[in-house]
């Protein structure tokens, strides 16, 4: 009796691990915008690392600083060399978890919402953040998407040049399109 129980614990296992899907990008894009008195500010970033595991609701990404490119080479100097200090620290992560995952139904298009929760750290710093965002589901392949906005001095970036250079506050866009 006790064999059978363990193949039963063994096979409900498997069963779980073969129905979670993980869905991945190296090409997901962030871009950040910030409104200056001087002039606005927006970079985006196409090489974004991301993984998303169906079962268990994990999120995660990972990118290079050095990868957000802006339309001024002079502004993508200054952010990666004063504000980023990017040759120090030069990558960005997040770790957490789709909260409502039961909510989103990966077998069927639609788009749901998204409750996101975890850690994201940004110039060395790591803050608990939770944010909104949507999954849409079309033809089986996945998009997430989230707008948000952060302080640049929870992160600690630039100092007192920067805050005549760019707002307190920075919008960031997450957009990841998964195989």
Do not use: W
């Given at each position: 009796m006790k064999n059978i129980c363990l193949f039963l614990i063994a096979v409900a296992i498997s069963a779980t691990n073969f129905a979670q899907k993980v869905y991945n990008t190296r090409t997901g894009n962030i871009t950040f915008f910030s409104s200056a008195p001087?002039?606005?500010?927006?970079?985006?970033?196409?090489?974004?690392?991301?993984?998303?595991?169906?079962?268990?609701?994990?999120?995660?990404?990972?990118?290079?600083?050095?990868?957000?490119?802006?339309?001024?080479?002079?502004?993508e100097e200054h952010f990666n060399e004063d504000y980023m200090h990017s040759d120090k620290l030069p990558k960005s992560f997040f770790k957490g978890t789709i909260t409502n995952i039961r909510d989103i139904n990966f077998a069927k298009d639609g788009v749901y919402n998204a409750v996101v929760k975890g850690s994201l750290t940004i110039h060395g710093i790591t803050r608990e953040i939770v944010q909104n965002g949507t999954i849409e589901i079309k033809g089986g392949r996945l998009t997430a998407h989230s707008k948000f906005k952060i302080l640049r001095k929870d992160y600690n970036i630039g100092g007192s040049l920067a805050s005549k250079m760019i707002s307190d506050t920075v919008e960031v866009t997450v957009n990841c399109q998964y195989d």
């Amino acid at each position: 009796m006790k064999n059978i129980c363990l193949f039963l614990i063994a096979v409900a296992i498997s069963a779980t691990n073969f129905a979670q899907k993980v869905y991945n990008t190296r090409t997901g894009n962030i871009t950040f915008f910030s409104s200056a008195p001087l002039e606005d500010i927006e970079a985006k970033n196409n090489a974004v690392f991301s993984q998303l595991f169906s079962a268990t609701g994990q999120y995660n990404f990972e990118m290079n600083i050095k990868d957000f490119h802006f339309e001024n080479d002079l502004m993508e100097e200054h952010f990666n060399e004063d504000y980023m200090h990017s040759d120090k620290l030069p990558k960005s992560f997040f770790k957490g978890t789709i909260t409502n995952i039961r909510d989103i139904n990966f077998a069927k298009d639609g788009v749901y919402n998204a409750v996101v929760k975890g850690s994201l750290t940004i110039h060395g710093i790591t803050r608990e953040i939770v944010q909104n965002g949507t999954i849409e589901i079309k033809g089986g392949r996945l998009t997430a998407h989230s707008k948000f906005k952060i302080l640049r001095k929870d992160y600690n970036i630039g100092g007192s040049l920067a805050s005549k250079m760019i707002s307190d506050t920075v919008e960031v866009t997450v957009n990841c399109q998964y195989d």
